[in-house]
């Protein structure tokens, strides 16, 4: 099942596409026009998530950006991450 999610962020949209088996996130893309810094950070965080349960996919992005100083979205925060992925999430109701 494909979930995707949007969110309009402060200077930026986010989208989160999810192809969920079984509530395992099997694939995981996340584009967008925000800015990052630097830009393999969101491939990484892609692979982090990919492979997950969709339960943990939330814990999985504030760890990530807890872990990664050196990340910057300037005007866009891991809320907003959060709630593209909480919008996706919400398809699978």
Do not use: C, W
């Amino acid at each position: 099942m494909k979930l995707i999610g949007e969110h309009k962020a402060r200077k930026g949209l986010i989208r989160i596409e999810i192809e969920e088996e079984d509530g395992i996130a099997r694939k995981v893309l996340i584009t967008g026009d925000f800015f990052v810094y630097p830009e393999e950070a969101i491939f990484q965080l892609e692979n982090e998530m990919e492979g997950k349960p969709v339960s943990e996919l939330e814990g999985i992005i504030e760890d990530f950006f807890s872990r990664r100083h050196d990340v910057e979205t300037p005007y866009v925060n891991v809320e907003d991450f959060k709630l593209a992925l909480k919008k996706a999430l919400e398809g699978k109701k």
